[in-house]
């Protein structure tokens, strides 16, 4: 089956600065990327997701890139702000009537002032 | 619209016990999934239903059961609980159309 590996675990970044948060998937045949953020206490929700025809997609100050050929995708967050502290699922989808996710382990994000 | 809603919000089990945790959405999703959440493993999915009428497993469901009772609901059971499955359960569903799924708050399991 689909194996996503995420890292880095933690990330501690300056208000202001960029965090980027990455990603590999295990099956070629994957086609949908989701991003989802959790905040303690709460339910994951999607904040960006990309699927295998798309190289790039910016959402604000977030973007999310895919390399196919290196099956790896990354989390880009800029101007961080102390709201966006929480962790990050990145996950994996074939795709099709099931669509089942995949999804990595998360990453503490942690915006400090 | 409520979205996907779970119930109860938080259990304490003994071993042994059994429970059923249930879920439903009110967005007319085909798709309907049980995840379960531990410290460092991400979400893991225990069992899904593609569409009303079906059930499969997914990456961890031994110990677990599950009942897709109509497109609105789909439950969870756990026959005789361990302390392995104290976890946080999450509840997902997907509209036919689109890949996003979309997640209700959580189900806290504490198995004694």
């Known amino acids: 089956g689909e194996n996503v590996e995420q890292h880095p675990s933690t990330l501690s970044v300056q208000e202001g600065d960029s965090a980027v948060i990455k990603c590999t998937y295990s099956?070629?045949?994957?086609?949908?990327f989701p991003w989802y953020k959790q905040e303690l206490g709460k339910r994951p929700q999607l904040i960006i997701d990309?699927?295998?025809?798309?190289g790039e997609k910016k959402d604000q100050r977030i973007a999310v890139t895919l390399n196919k050929t290196a099956k790896h995708f990354s989390l880009h967050i800029t101007e961080t702000q102390p709201e966006d502290s929480a962790v990050y699922f990145c996950a994996a989808s074939l795709g099709g009537t099931a669509s089942k996710l995949t999804f990595g382990t998360g990453t503490r994000l942690q915006v400090t002032l | 619209n409520a979205g996907v809603t779970q119930t109860p919000k938080f259990q304490v089990l003994k071993t042994g016990q059994s429970m059923t945790l249930q879920c439903a959405q009110d967005m007319n999703h085909n798709s309907m999934y049980w995840y379960r959440q531990d410290p460092g493993m991400g979400l893991r999915l225990i069992y899904y239903?593609?569409?009303?009428?079906?059930?499969d497993k997914g990456e961890v469901p031994n110990g677990y059961n599950v009942s897709r009772l109509n497109k609105r609901e789909f439950s969870l059971r756990l026959e005789s609980a361990a302390p392995s499955q104290t976890s946080v359960y999450f509840c997902?569903?997907?509209?036919?159309?689109?890949?996003?799924?979309?997640f209700g708050p959580g189900t806290r399991l504490l198995v004694l």
């Open positions: 099956d070629s045949a994957s086609n949908y």
């Open positions: 990309i699927r295998s025809n798309v």
């Open positions: 997902a569903s997907r509209p036919g159309q689109e890949e996003t799924q979309y």
């Open positions: 239903s593609a569409s009303e009428g079906t059930t």
